[in-house]
């Protein structure tokens, strides 16, 4: 705020054009935000299910006292797993920034729509997340398209509602 003032601020896009596929264009940045979106959820599932600190931070995670009994430094996995989250949203922020315009309320519409999907997946499953994330993101955009955006939020919540009213753990009830 300090340095750049309290307007908001516009970032160029550094990949202008589009690419033709099946006689539809395809924004070229585009495009490259769901490659690096691609590469991110991979190489953190890569971090978390084949590495030993991804071991460390998912035994922290299942039993936090037994994780310390083994001897695993749980502050320091706690300052590690917030550092990588927040340069994932760092990334993100980025990576945004040229198809919206930058303040510290850029990433607040993003929040419900995450949470939404992580209930609706299922809490703590690779799966759950895609899924719940291809539920919420898929119906908000078929219902924008035919109707409104207000509709589309309606419809999202109410399918949010019924689907954790019938599976109260998510769709992949916990299921890694």
Do not use: C, K
């Amino acid at each position: 705020m300090i340095a750049f003032g309290p307007t908001a601020q516009q970032v160029d896009n550094p990949l202008p054009g589009t690419i033709r596929f099946l006689a539809v264009g395809y924004p070229v940045y585009r495009l490259f935000i769901m490659a690096i979106a691609v590469l991110a959820a991979a190489g953190t599932f890569a971090i978390f299910q084949r590495t030993r600190l991804g071991l460390a931070a998912r035994a922290v995670i299942a039993n936090r006292h037994a994780a310390s009994s083994l001897g695993i430094n749980t502050r320091r996995m706690d300052r590690l797993t917030f550092a990588l989250g927040a340069a994932l949203a760092g990334l993100a922020g980025a990576v945004m920034a040229p198809l919206m315009s930058v303040d510290p309320q850029m990433g607040v519409g993003f929040l419900i729509p995450a949470f939404l999907s992580i209930l609706v997946g299922g809490a703590g499953s690779l799966l759950g997340a895609v899924l719940g994330t291809s539920l919420i993101a898929g119906s908000s955009t078929i219902v924008s398209s035919v109707w409104t955006q207000i509709a589309a939020q309606v419809v999202v919540f109410a399918l949010a509602i019924v689907v954790i009213r019938l599976f109260p753990e998510g769709l992949t009830r916990g299921r890694r």
